[in-house]
């Protein structure tokens, strides 16, 4: 756990460059069956294939987040 507010803003700017910088083809396609999604909390990133990274958001239930809409889908 990051002890000051700038190992944690570090610790941010890894993660969001570890998911900016996944080529599109390892990433997980997201579709309208969310059972396969765990009822965990977690950090997400929505991407489109052309355009790249649209969202990254965090949740209490990654299923939950998805199965009840996101903005993403509107």
Do not use: W
């Not at 993660?15 to 910088?21: Q, T, V, W």
């Not at 396609?29 to 355009?51: C, M, T, V």
């Amino acid at each position: 756990m990051p002890s000051n507010n700038s190992e944690s803003q570090a610790q941010a700017r890894r993660i969001l460059d570890a998911i900016a910088f996944i080529p599109f083809e390892q990433c997980q396609l997201l579709s309208r069956e969310f059972n396969s999604l765990p009822a965990r909390p977690g950090i997400y990133a929505i991407r489109h294939k052309n355009d790249g990274l649209l969202y990254v958001g965090k949740t209490k239930s990654l299923r939950g987040r998805f199965s009840g809409g996101h903005k993403a889908f509107l």
